[in-house]
């Protein structure tokens, strides 16, 4: 809370300073305002302080004490006008108005000029980046350019995709959504030649009868194509090499657009075996793109989690996959009231990985190493299909209906050599039913006033069933163990919304109840199917339900430069577990009140400080329901203390943001304080070869603090774009091992990373970025690991003429420092040739020139050091040829 009150402080007494305003308004002759218009503050020659006047009106708050000003404005197509202050008082307004003459400009001969389009335009709440200014020729699809916008940051392993720090809500094509929060299928798959502009729009509404009512907060990126890439465009292409193996390797990805007056689409079909992943969908890495972490309320818990095969790498490196991916998103309007939405997805992969981990484990003064050789095969299915209807009722109200249903199936086997003594064959089946369906009415009840009402459901079923041979817990007596899992997850809600502005501020509040049914039950069994013979080891059969009856509110209300938005949510949970097994029932009701504060002070046009804090109350039982044994792997069990009690989260942030675009520059620094009361900690119990691990509740506290510093700027003398970003991080938390003492642990990550990307005229051009990552883990036992990671990542581009393109990638990787001969060389080189007709390219492509065959990194816990090594893929060529039309 302390902080809370720092952060109030230091606010209110950066408020309450002596401020000067100069005010007014910016007119022609004919008392017209002057759209857009320069504000310069002037101490003789020399200006001190600068604002921007939009729509003929202007405010500045004087950043520091004068005696004396100049005020000057200046405006294209008009003569500059001064007017002078002489004896400037403190805390006091002054109202200067401006008439500018049109400057006379004498008529000439006409001269055509050809100049370069600018690289960036901003109009209103929209900034424009013209594509081919941010192109060096290397780019193939439309996220290699929005990398390389000023105040654009691309998240790799989630595709998240962020504007001036904010997330954006999607990206459209030409106006329209066709992939919702699924938005790189169309970043990671439209090709660039067919975008003109790459457009943030700020302030965005996806509800038009919300523009102007609700929070101005949401941000997207839009794709306008190039005039003439109407009616159908796309691509087809398809490439043929041998790996170093002498195995023959293909890739093929085609796409479409078409664009018509009452219908828009975007269809996708793709096959490849190099390791590239055209879909939202991570197997290899596990990461969780923008969608599930959006509607990750409504998942059900996997109970036991699949087995990850990437490496702290690039994904297409250890991908080695068979993999067949479509996908078709359409929107038809059928009348001016009525738009249908149509998304279909399918994939079907093939993915092998040979992985070995290895882990030094030194626990109450003793070390003993552990170890996992295993060969892998995962074969994930996905089929879904989505649908979203929206009918105008009228001029003031819209009906929105959505539909979703999902089916997933992972079938992975594997072989694993445990410590080099026994070996183990692993069946893991998991299915995932996903179905969804939500109905929302809104209802403008006048220009300021909206109402929306709610409705959604959901269910997720979880069935999982893994195997292992020979059993771990009987191997005399019986063949195998059978882990079987049935987990579910039924989510409702209803909520009734009111939204509205008043005066510049804006207000949102809502009611709504939850109820969530979670059952889950399971089954763990040595078995000798030859005999026809079982025994149970463990049963699992729960109820977990969740009742919440909510209200929250937020308002939030600008004065001059200041921007404050209290919130608020207060709420009735109740929690209950009805344990089938052990007959009995845990029972508990909570009242919740959870306040936040965000304060903003905008210290000019493209500069800010912005101050947040929040508490929050929520409980964790929903992953650690279950008491008896569940087997989660050839040496993992999991069981749990159930606990239905809350935990306390206490967040604070402050930070310093600048984003000017015109001058390519940003600035971002600031920290971030949270502070945990109540949580689960694990108990390990770790021997060579079974770690069981036990979940308790405990009301202590654990906390986190990181601060972070990220800049950019395009440096005019080197013609390069320079950035830098480092990030500091202290976290403690606490656990048993091995049945210790309850320990404190620390674990301290700096990562650091400095990128380098040239814009010369010339043939040649190159990117570089360097990361270096220093983590170290302690702990109140004497314990302390350490471990440091350095990488560099550079590409050489030259392009001599319109017709020939060549690039060659080094990625240098040394998993740790203190060990220097542990370090990997990757080099690529890619020759492109495109004719005069520019609807044909011939891609050569050599990856992995040195055949590296595996990989391995290095990771540090409070307990141990742990060895991680992963095969990749070999040694290709490959030729493609691309037919774009």
Known sequence: MKNVLLILFFLFSFYCSAQNIITGKIQDANNTPILLANVLIKQGDETVEFVMARQGKYSITLEKEYTKIIVEITANGYISQTQTLDSVQKNKTYTLNFILPIDDIKKLDEVVISAPKQPIQIKGDTTKFNVSSFSNGSERKIIDIIKKLPGVDVDDKSGEIRFKGKPIETVTLGGDDLFGYNYSLGTKNINVDMVEQVQAIENYSKNPLLKGIESDDKVILNLELKKGKIDLSGEINGGLGINANEKLVGNSNNNFITVAKNYKSFGILSYNNIGVNNSPLDYVGGGIGVEKLKEKDYFANKTIPETILGVNLDNNRSNINNSFFGNYDAI???????SIKFNLYYLKDNIFSNQLSQSQNTINNQTFVTSDNRTIYKKPSYYR?????????????????????????????????????????????????????????????ST?????????????????EFSITPSVFNPNNFEKDVQKINNRKD???????LLGSHKGSKYIFSAKINIENSPLSSNLSSRNDNLNSQIIISINDLNYTKKTFSTTGSYGFERR???????????????KIENKIQANVQNSQNFIFEPSLTIRYKLNDVSSIVATSNYKQKPNTETYLFTNPILTSNRSIMSNQPNLSLQNTLSSSLFYRKNDLFNQFRLSFGATYQENNGNFFSNLDIEPNVMRSNY????????????SFSTEKYLDMIESTVKFTSNYSISQYKNIVNNSNLRDNQNNTFNNELTVRTAFEGDFNFENATIFIQNNSKNNQGGRFSNQFLSNISKLVYFPNKKWFFSLSSDYYLPNVNKK??????????ARFRPKSKKYEFNFVFNNLL?????????????????????????????????NF
């Open 332 to 338: 038809f309007k059928i009348k001016k009231r009525l």
């Open 385 to 445: 299909g989505d649908i979203e209807m929206k009918y105008n009722t009228s001029k003031t109200s819209l009906l929105e209906y959505n539909f979703r249903i999902q089916q997933e199936q992972i079938n992975t086997q594997s072989n694993v050599l445990q410590n080099n003594e026994k070996n183990f064959d692993n069946t893991l089946l998991s299915n995932d039913f996903y179905l969804k369906q939500n109905l929302l009415f809104t209802k403008k009840l």
């Open 448 to 464: 300021k006033t909206a109402l929306q009402v709610l409705l959604f459901h959901s269910t997720n079923q979880i069935p999982q």
């Open 491 to 497: 989510y409702t809600e209803l909520n009734a919304t």
């Open 561 to 575: 430069k200041w921007r404050i938005s209290p919130a608020y949510s207060i709420s009735i949970l109740d929690q």
């Open 696 to 707: 308790f509740y405990l009301p202590q506290n654990t906390n986190s603090l990181n601060f």
């Open 821 to 830: 001969t542990e370090n990997y060389l990757f080099l690529d080189f890619l």
């Open 851 to 883: 055949n590296n065959d595996n990989f391995t990194q290095i990771e540090t816990t409070d307990y141990s050091v742990n060895i991680f090594q992963s095969r990749l893929l070999s040694r290709y060529f490959l030729m493609n040829v691309s037919f």
